[in-house]
């Protein structure tokens, strides 16, 4: 599965940005996607999971109502709207996919976009 990330950058608090991660894969079928964030010192924590149809979205309580994930239509390419921004969301954001084959689901990430948010 390959993953590729694009969005990330510098923002004052209050702005916003989009990411956007397009996953493609030689076998088996992309389901799940979703964004990942981990900070310096901190654990990856998930921020936002959509569902394969993209009929289904659950977002960590730290980015309810400021984050919105969405899917393109039956491509594998999602993106995180993401307004209102504060400082501690700062973070490193990784694209998250998960590959059905045969019985089993494996999970992959991006190699990761820097968002910054100034005070």
């Known amino acids: 599965v390959q993953l590729v990330e694009s969005g990330g950058g510098l923002v004052q608090a209050g702005g916003s940005l989009r990411l956007s991660c397009a996953a493609s894969?030689?076998?088996?079928?992309?389901?799940?996607m979703g964004w990942d964030r981990q900070a310096p010192g901190n654990q990856r924590d998930v921020v936002a999971r959509i569902t394969g149809g993209g009929d289904s979205t659950n977002y960590a309580d730290f980015v309810k109502g400021r984050f919105t994930v969405s899917r393109d239509g039956d491509k594998n390419t999602i993106h995180l709207q993401m307004n209102s921004l504060r400082p501690e969301d700062t973070a490193v954001y990784y694209c998250?996919?998960?590959?059905?084959?045969?019985?089993?689901?494996?999970?992959?990430w991006g190699q990761g976009t820097q968002v910054t948010v100034s005070s």
């Open positions: 998250y996919a998960e590959l059905r084959s045969g019985r089993f689901n494996y999970a992959y």
């Open positions: 894969a030689t076998t088996g079928s992309i389901n799940i």
